[in-house]
């Protein structure tokens, strides 16, 4: 684990706010209809520190000027309050899973200073270089943090427990629904001794990101910035990766293009066919523009990257079909499927908590949006300003 440390953030005040009204979803899961709900659900959601208050504008230097004057705003406005003493948080969140159930899942979240990768932390997914540039952008213009990077490891829950810092550990802050009805329990640990316990156990543990490469690469760059005195930390949840809350969801990937680059794509799935197909393993689907569907069955081999890899390498042998779709839900794929002319569809399997951990830890790094973990953590229960130093 890099050097995790409690922090003096600013939470919504419950006697000025329902805390519920303040928390959104993070920013890149915010399509634009989403961003007007939540504008329209209240005057004091968060969605307005992170993408402004005008769903149709393109983020801009305005825009982003304008999200850092709204959280302060909220401040001088006593929506949110600064914490007395710098602390460390239990977060729990129950929510309904996108399987349709009940979920249930807990961490903690603290500052974590961005160190190189290797260094306590490891990634799993490509860094976007322009993704990284926009963030540093944003973050150097409105000079707040308010994305909460996902790190996961193994044994949280045990190491916490050890130390007297299990779920219901300290104050309660806030036990509150959100606007589609996910309850966000905040438990505030502030006791000196307590946090130095917590810090030391969780020291020598090594985390992967789970979501939140770009921001936590972002925290990184801005390590030396003599303006941003915190930007060289992150707020992060640490999560123990083996608890029954937290689910990898499969992400597809849609390929289409235009019938002038002169394949087809039955020719390009013959060829997924003829390297991928196994005949036992892990199920899945090639899905065509008329419907018809081919499956298949790759074996999981340590030896061979993963699947998500070795299916971009098969299919970069033809030129002109591009970047894939990558949504997560069957039925938003085959609907953009049936969009296009020209195209096929991979319907994927989700990566297994055991390959992902053991692939984060030899370095592997795997196409982006391989994964897709549930929940996101969202945007409001606890922010920090960047110009300043808070740990």
């Given amino acids: 684990m ?3 440390k409690a922090f003096r953030g600013f939470v919504p005040n419950e006697s000025a706010v329902n805390p519920g009204e303040v928390i959104c979803p993070p920013y890149d899961v915010i ?21 402004g208050d005008d769903p149709s504008a393109k983020p801009d230097e305005n825009v982003f000027r304008k999200c850092g004057n709204s959280m302060r705003e909220a ?108 309850v966000h329990t905040l438990r505030r640990i502030d006791d000196p001794d307590q946090i130095k316990a917590i810090e030391e156990v969780l020291e020598p543990m090594p985390s992967a990101v789970a979501d939140g490469h770009h921001r936590y690469t972002t925290a990184m760059e801005l390590s030396n910035d003599d303006q941003l005195r915190g930007g060289g930390f992150v707020l992060a949840f640490i999560g123990d990766l083996h608890q029954e809350g937290l689910h990898i969801r499969p992400t597809h990937r849609i390929w289409d293009w235009s019938p002038e ?20 393993g892990e199920p899945w689907q090639i899905v065509l523009g008329n419907g018809n569907a081919i499956h298949l069955k790759t074996r999981p081999d340590s030896e061979k990257p993963t699947l998500a890899r070795r299916l971009v390498d ?28 020209s195209g096929l569809l991979c319907l994927l399997p989700p990566v297994g908590r ?35 130093e808070d740990v």
């Fill in 2 to 4: 890099p050097r995790m």
């Fill in 31 to 51: 399509p634009e209809e989403l961003h007007a709900q939540l504008l329209e659900s209240s005057p004091h959601n968060a969605v307005r520190w992170i993408l």
């Fill in 75 to 182: 401040v001088e406005s006593g929506t949110i309050k600064r914490e007395e003493k710098p602390s460390i948080y239990r977060y729990g969140i129950r929510y309904q899973n996108s399987e349709g159930g009940q979920s249930h899942l807990q961490g903690v979240i603290a500052v974590v200073e961005a160190l190189p990768w290797g260094q306590g932390v490891e990634r799993h997914e490509e860094i976007r270089t322009h993704t990284v540039s926009r963030l540093v952008d944003q973050a150097r213009l409105t000079t707040i943090d308010t994305g909460v990077v996902q790190l996961s490891c193994e044994g949280l829950e045990k190491a916490l427990e050890s130390v007297g810092a299990g779920p219901d550990s300290g104050d309660l802050v806030f036990e509150s629904p959100d606007w589609r009805g996910d």
């Fill in 261 to 280: 680059v002169g394949v087809s794509p039955e020719t390009v799935a013959e060829r997924l066919v003829e390297v991928l197909d196994d005949g036992e």
């Fill in 314 to 341: 098969v299919i970069s042998e033809f030129e002109g079909l591009g970047a894939p779709a990558t949504p997560h839900e069957e039925n938003v794929a085959r609907k953009l499927l049936s969009q296009h002319d």
């Fill in 354 to 388: 055991e390959e992902f951990w053991a692939r984060t830890m030899v370095h592997e790094v795997f196409p982006p949006k391989t994964t897709f973990f549930e929940p996101k953590i969202s945007t409001g229960m606890v922010v920090r300003f960047t110009d300043e």
